[in-house]
């Protein structure tokens, strides 16, 4: 059974730091790229990153370059995602993706 579970989620301040790692099971991670998507309240949900099955391939949406950092560990099946200098906007619901698989998502709140 393929399953995607995240965490890591939470309340922050903005300039704040989060690390969402999403566990998969039922799959070997490493034959597969992953990515991460985000759902604001009353928005769209949209792509955030992703992680291709080979070494170096990232995607990242303009307005989190240079902010997040996205990483995969086949050994342990897990991929991360390393958010820096959040802002409001980044605030919304965060979900592990891969193929037609999706996890049950952990929320992010950027708030002072």
């Known amino acids: 059974q393929v399953q995607l579970v995240e965490s890591g989620g939470g309340l922050v301040q903005p300039g704040g730091s989060l690390r969402l790692s999403c566990a998969a099971s039922?799959?070997?991670?490493?034959?597969?790229?992953i990515g991460w998507f985000r759902q604001a309240p009353g928005k769209e949900r949209e792509r955030v990153s992703c992680i291709g099955s080979a070494a170096g391939v990232t995607y990242y949406v303009d307005s989190v370059k240079g902010r997040f950092t996205i990483s995969r560990d086949n050994a342990r099946n897990t991929v991360s995602l390393q958010m820096s200098t959040l802002k409001p906007e980044d605030t919304g619901i965060y979900y592990c993706?891969?193929?037609?698989?999706w996890g049950q998502g952990t929320q992010v709140t950027v708030s002072s």
């Open positions: 039922g799959f070997t991670l490493a034959a597969y790229s």
């Open positions: 993706h891969l193929r037609s698989y």
